[in-house]
């Protein structure tokens, strides 16, 4: 396994489109292992392949360790090893099928430093997605899973969640972080 370099704003492959995965065979799974450990270094909850580089419609997810997320495995005081309490899911060429209500949430991104936001999202999805073998699958998801999902296919479609923002404070922001990126 590699950790990967995560690309930051204003990188501009971040803006561009994913493409579609068409091989399914071994290289697809150590970029998606790759992806993961990288995720779990930095930090992060999910990640899309284009932050890393690589315009493929793939995305990693581990929702164990977000704050707030239930440590119900951590009893009498003990810490759990974390490798133990991991639940890595990859999701390759998602699709969002069908959605419904609507949540408001804070959100930051590993590509994005320092700025987190609230964003408007859909409450519940259907995602349709291919496993690394290149079986489809259907999984509902709700919560902070529907969030982090729709997070990460808007990468794919070269969207950030700063792109999300109304239009006064997505202007704000952008220069905060032009600033940012400028005086790193
Ligand atoms: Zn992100």
Not at 19 to 34: Q, W
Not at 41 to 64: N, P, T, Y
């Amino acid at each position: 396994m590699a950790t990967l370099t995560v690309l930051k704003y204003p990188h501009p492959l971040l803006k561009q489109r994913a493409h579609p995965v068409t091989r399914f065979d071994a290289e697809l799974g150590r970029l998606a292992e790759d992806m993961l450990q990288t995720m779990y270094l930095e930090g992060g909850i999910g990640l899309a392949a284009i932050q890393v580089g690589q315009l493929r419609r793939l995305v990693v997810m581990d929702l164990r360790d977000a704050p707030g997320a239930p440590v119900a495995e951590e009893e009498d005081g003990e810490e759990v090893d974390r490798e133990l309490r991991r639940n890595p899911r990859v999701f390759v060429n998602p699709v969002i099928t069908a959605s419904s209500g609507e949540t408001v949430s804070e959100e930051g991104c590993l590509s994005v430093s320092e700025y987190t936001a609230e964003v408007r999202r859909a409450a519940k999805v259907a995602l349709s997605y291919q496993t690394p073998a290149g079986e489809a699958r259907q999984e509902e998801f709700e919560g902070l899973g529907a969030i982090c999902i729709q997070h990460e296919i808007d990468h794919l479609n070269g969207l950030l969640f700063i792109d999300r923002l109304p239009p006064l404070k997505r202007q704000m922001v952008r220069k905060r972080l032009a600033k940012l990126a400028r005086s790193a």
